[in-house]
């Protein structure tokens, strides 16, 4: 889809290995997802809750990690189980499935029933059967970030038996606008340290739109007041869905969400945050099917996942009722995540630009266009329409690089919540039918 230089069609992800397989071999960041009560009792309902996709059927966990979906497999009746795991946490798993044989061991269930094998997915060294079902969570920031849902789909379509199911089969990404001051001017803050002139004699201040490009660049991961988002996610709620049943790799590696929104509060649009929710069907095809669902929304219960937010450099006026409209641009890169380009516009008029055209940040055009070259006549018509154009509407465009983020926890969620109201976020609601104009608002 894309023209623009990626690494879509060369996604190497081998010199981010060592420090990523290093980083899961280590019990702590093992503990940190099992501790994640969400995450866990989700999958543990969704397989047991499908015994018919499990008892007595071949499975495959990619990705075992600690081996917890291979056990709860095991408990699902599980006739044998693959797990297949790339780091050195193989080695604890096959130290706690060896444990099952000793005498009176706890884990006697597990006995015979558990072959950890230590590789990629990818590696041809797998020797493995054709599964009924397989089993994982490759799941990162944002669904996509860590690239790990394209080794689950390289598991479908090299392991998985025709009519076979997938745990989960199905993601779905959701985008909304937001509104949060405080994280914008605390952003500000960091850059502006550039600002200074004299900082010990030096002169920093030639690096400070360096800096400013730099810390906003960066997600935003962390949870917040879901109270701050000025519109519904994309798509009237529908969101962007991904069908681990379907997908391409292709499909995968580039691809652009569409957003529309239709805004609930006159208020400034910091940018745009996003999550997921997973979907587990089971087997779709019979009545003892229980689907689980797991969502990591701001309204939901919290999960390690959380949620991240995109902010734009320079805030966005919009009203109440006013149409917001744009995409969200994803192509991988070889840091096992995904550059990702944003760009919205508010206001019925002007055209958004083309997603798979060479990105170009929306600032750094505007500098270009004032910059201090001589213009023909012919150019200077151009700017002036331009921006006579730029009056109608709005635009913000920025780009990201998803797996350089950085994190804040300011919000923990209380009980003072309830008592939250939309002007204490500076958003402000339309007039109500009963105003004095007759209950007719004025929005442009």
Not at 66 to 75: D, E, H, K, R
Not at 93 to 114: G, I, T, Y
Request: one cysteine or more.
């Amino acid at each position: 889809m894309s023209t623009q230089p990626s690494f879509a069609d060369n996604p190497s992800n081998e010199s981010r290995d060592p420090a990523y397989f290093g980083y899961y071999a280590m019990l702590q960041h093992q503990q940190n997802m099992l501790q994640d009560t969400v995450r866990t009792s989700t999958y543990r309902n969704a397989i047991l809750l499908n015994t018919e996709c499990f008892e007595d059927k071949l499975v495959m966990d990619v990705g075992a990690g600690s081996g917890i979906l291979s056990y709860f497999a095991v408990q699902a009746g599980a006739k044998k189980v693959y797990a297949v795991e790339a780091s050195d946490m193989a080695l604890k798993m096959k130290k706690l499935v060896k444990a099952a044989s000793l005498p009176n061991a706890k884990n006697e269930f597990l006995k015979d029933r558990v072959e950890v094998i230590q590789a990629k997915i990818e590696d041809p060294s797998v020797k493995a059967p054709k599964v009924d079902t397989i089993i994982s969570e490759p799941i990162g920031v944002l669904l996509v970030h860590e690239r790990m849902i394209e080794s689950f789909i390289y598991a479908r379509d090299t392991f998985l038996k025709p009519g076979g199911h997938l745990f989960p089969n199905k993601g779905t990404m959701y985008l909304a606008p937001f509104t949060d001051a405080l994280l914008f001017t605390e952003t500000m803050g960091k850059a502006r340290f550039w600002e200074q002139t004299t900082f010990h004699g030096v002169d920093l201040s030639p690096l400070y739109p360096d800096a400013k490009a730099e810390m906003f660049g960066m997600p935003v991961v962390g949870h917040f007041d879901p109270k701050s988002l000025l519109a519904t996610p994309t798509s009237d709620a529908e969101g962007y869905e991904m069908d681990f049943s379907t997908i391409t790799m292709k499909a995968l590696r580039d691809f652009v969400v569409p957003i529309s929104w239709r805004a609930q509060y006159t208020g400034l649009m910091h940018g745009v945050a996003g999550w997921f929710d997973l979907l587990f069907s089971g087997n779709a095809e019979s009545e003892a099917s229980q689907p689980v669902e797991m969502s990591t929304g701001p309204s939901a219960e919290k999960t390690h996942w959380q949620q991240v937010r995109f902010m734009f450099r320079e805030p966005l006026a919009v009203n109440a009722g006013q149409t917001i409209r744009g995409w969200m641009h994803c192509v991988v890169n070889d840091m096992r995540s995904y550059t990702v380009d944003i760009e919205v516009i508010v206001g019925q008029y002007g055209e958004l630009s083309d997603p798979s055209q060479p990105f170009e940040p929306l600032l750094e055009q505007q500098a270009k266009r004032q910059g201090h070259h001589e213009r023909t006549p012919e150019e200077a018509q151009d700017d002036e329409e331009e921006e006579e154009d730029d009056l109608q509407f709005s635009r913000r465009r920025g780009r990201w690089e998803l797996h350089e983020q950085s994190y804040n926890y300011s919000y923990t969620g209380s009980a003072n919540d309830m008592l939250t109201k939309p002007e204490h976020l500076c958003m402000y609601e339309p007039e109500s039918v009963d105003d004095a104009y007759g209950g007719i608002t004025y929005t442009v």
